[in-house]
T-cell receptor, first 116, second 110 residues
């Protein structure tokens, strides 16, 4: 299957700082990437859809100014959590959609963010 | 409201048995469905996808789709302790988005 790399795997930061998470498709081009957030014992919640060369589309209730998404190339999307607060602590996971007919999304390993 | 519903479990089966995981979805417009497995602390990994009514088999896994009943299931034959994980059902909506169910926790007892 296709490989999606996500870094860093874990971040611990102080409240008020910004954190950048990278998501790369290693062996395929991804015009569309997705960012999810998962709280303990809950399912994945889609935050935003990231399209190469255009603005991201955010889901209802997700603050676009807090969660900045950049998709500058066909293999890289970044999520920046600005002015992070303890309530932003969560497991953030990206996925990339392969350009095949099945619309399969391949997931990165996830980033566990802990804001102190 | 687009929803995907799963029984959260936990579902416990003995080693070697068949595990049956079920999922229903609310919007008839969805055409494709995915089963992901997620180990604790890890990200989801794709097991199977299905978009045609009927059964689709891959090794020990069989996905079943019934669009009339808006029902998707995953059968795991000869369950192994290593199959113990949370299984996520997802439906594909417009724009390539996946809507996930809450997941079913499966425990396979040796």
């Amino acid at each position: 299957g296709a490989v999606v790399s996500q870094h860093p795997s874990r971040v611990i930061c102080k409240s008020g700082t910004s954190v950048k998470i990278e998501c790369r498709s290693l062996d395929f081009q991804a015009t569309t990437m997705f960012w999810y957030r998962q709280f303990p014992k809950q399912s994945l919640m889609l935050m935003a859809t990231s399209n190469e060369g255009s603005k991201a589309t955010y889901e209802q209730g997700v603050e676009k100014d807090k969660f900045l998404i950049n998709h500058a190339s066909l293999t890289l999307s970044t999520l920046t959590v600005t002015s992070a607060h303890p309530e932003d602590s969560s497991f953030y996971i990206c996925s990339a959609r392969a350009q095949t007919g099945e619309n399969i999304q391949y997931f990165g390993a996830g980033t566990r963010l802990s804001v102190l | 409201q687009k929803e995907v519903e799963q029984n959260s479990g936990p579902l416990s089966v003995p080693e070697g048995a068949i595990a049956s995981l079920n999922c229903t979805y609310s919007d008839r417009g969805s055409q494709s469905f995915f089963w992901y497995r997620q180990y604790s602390g890890k990200s989801p990994e794709l097991i199977m996808f299905i978009y045609s009514n009927g059964d689709k088999e891959d090794g020990r896994f069989t996905a079943q789709l019934n669009k009339a009943s808006q029902y998707v299931s995953l059968l795991i034959r000869d369950s192994q302790p290593s199959d113990s994980a949370t299984y996520l059902c997802a439906a594909l909506w417009g724009g390539g988005k996946l809507i996930f169910g809450q997941g079913t926790e499966l425990s396979v007892k040796p």
